[in-house]
């Protein structure tokens, strides 16, 4: 017997590089009219390095005593902003003490304690010490946003003490990517982040995305996905963070990036990216069309 279409799409997909996990998937992919594309680790390489340093003035903090303090709180969380602070405490040879009550706020930050004192790193925007508590804070996190990086605050028992800076870069062939994605669908992508507005414009005019929506918590982009749903739209979602667990649940369809994939992200996605590569999604989704049209 011949192979039916949609089974010989899944194989060739699989040659592509990416896990279609049923014919039912394939068979919306097909379907698709509209795609979200996550940030970090989707369009960026997900291996940020931190670029900044700033202890406030009056907190007593040299920057190694504001990192050393920032990786502690960090250290069990596998967030990308994490490992890259984590790094930089490792590169700088610091000795980094070990943290109790670790608690991760998913799209916010991470809390714990840290030689009896309660330490946050997160986002300026959300949390307490963030933007909103000091003038000094929203100094630091503009002149680290502006040009497009990620700012986090350091709060210590509940008072900022500094913020730190990390960059990403977009993955190779991103670009073209988002323009093959467009060819296919018909549609401009939709960029949806928890990043800061000004990192999200800086990458999508990199990228070339103009429909950007930023500062979104988890359920945000759950919003975002049946906003554009109730529109009439059958989305793919593409992600790879724990974070993206919900938005990738709520679309028509939805890929995870299997190599900086969270085992949440790979297990909720109706398709993983074996092989690294953007370019393999526009592919696989014209491929999706074709088999549409042979199945009767
Ligand atoms: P994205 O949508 O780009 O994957 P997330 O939802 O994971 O982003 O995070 C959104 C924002 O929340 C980050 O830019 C940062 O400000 C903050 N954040 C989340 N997790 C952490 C963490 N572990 N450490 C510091 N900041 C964090
Ligand atoms: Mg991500």
């Known amino acids: 017997a011949t192979m039916p279409p949609l089974l010989a799409a899944i194989a060739t997909a699989g040659r592509h590089g990416v896990l279609v996990k049923s014919a039912l998937v394939m068979e919306r ?3 698709v009219d509209a795609v979200a594309l996550d940030k970090t ?3 960026t390489e997900g291996t ?9 003035t009056g907190s007593g903090l ?6 050393t303090l920032a990786a502690a709180a960090e250290h069990p969380s596998e967030h990308p902003l994490a490992r890259a602070i984590a790094r930089a405490a490792r590169t700088r040879g610091l000795r980094v003490p070990s943290a109790e009550d670790f608690v991760s706020i998913a799209g916010t930050g991470v809390t714990a304690t840290v030689d009896g004192h309660a330490v946050t790193v997160g986002s300026p925007a959300r949390l307490p010490g963030g933007r909103a ?11 680290v946003e502006g040009p497009g990086r990620t700012a986090v605050v350091v709060a210590l028992d509940g008072a900022p003490v500094g913020v730190l800076g990390m960059a990403d870069r977009p993955r190779d062939g991103a670009p073209a990517a988002v323009a093959a994605l467009t060819r296919v669908t018909g549609a401009a992508p939709v960029l949806v982040t928890g990043d800061n507005p000004a990192a999200a414009a800086h990458l999508a005019a990199e990228l070339g995305i103009v429909d950007i929506r930023a500062d979104l918590l988890p359920r945000d982009k759950v919003t975002v996905l049946a906003e554009l749903r109730h529109a009439g739209r059958r989305v793919l979602m593409v992600g790879d963070g724990i974070n993206d667990a919900p938005a990738l649940a709520a679309a028509h369809t939805s890929v995870a990036m299997g190599r900086a994939g969270s085992d949440l992200a790979l297990e909720t996605a109706d398709a993983v990216v074996v092989r690294d590569e953007l370019a393999t999604i526009p592919a696989v989704l014209a491929l999706a069309r074709q088999a549409r049209h042979l199945v009767v």
């Open 29 to 31: 992919l097909g379907q």
């Open 41 to 43: 680790g989707t369009l």
């Open 48 to 56: 940020p390095r931190v670029t900044d340093i700033h202890p406030l």
């Open 62 to 67: 040299t920057e190694d005593g504001l990192l």
């Open 133 to 143: 508590s000091h003038p000094a804070v929203v100094a630091a996190a503009n002149e």
